[in-house]
């Protein structure tokens, strides 16, 4: 069964939603503490940034000055996380994946997650987080795969009008 919410999410409908999905989740008889929640593009800047190697304590602000450069959005009013894309030793810059979230977006998420009486582990673009679960559901099938073969595959994801399509090789 899917979780349809009643109404747009907003910092002044976020309580209720999280108390809505609250009743869905326990009229399915759906138990757990934590949420991951996946977000389309359309909420989220990517930004590929390429930076010097350094030390990992003064990684995030470098990636962080990168990304603030190119953001059309005031810095102060966004979330910016990142994750490593490539790190050649042999090279000397390194490649990395910026998410950028708006803070006022993360809040009415957090607002539902803890309305809904679940800790928020992570907010996740959609096409990352259908990736996560595809490799996920893989594990559970590892023995009927080929050893050593590469996992490849398609995902679409649908919502209303909008439709997400994603390739992964890995």
Known sequence: AAWKPPSQLSDSTALELGKHLKTFLKSQKISGSSAIITVGRERVVLKDVRHPLTVPNE???IIRFQVMKELSESPDQSVID???????PLSSDARSL???LKKDFL??????????GLS???????????????????????????EGSE?????????DTVAEFSVFSG
């Open 59 to 61: 990684e995030p602000a």
């Open 82 to 88: 990142y994750f490593k894309v490539t790190n050649d």
């Open 98 to 100: 910026a998410v950028v």
């Open 107 to 116: 809040a009415q998420l957090q607002s539902v997650a803890k309305s809904a």
């Open 120 to 146: 928020l582990l992570a907010v996740l673009p959609r096409a990352l987080g259908m990736g996560q679960a595809v490799i996920s559901i893989d594990q559970v099938f590892a023995d009927s795969n080929d």
């Open 151 to 159: 996992l490849r595959f398609a995902a679409v994801s649908i919502r």
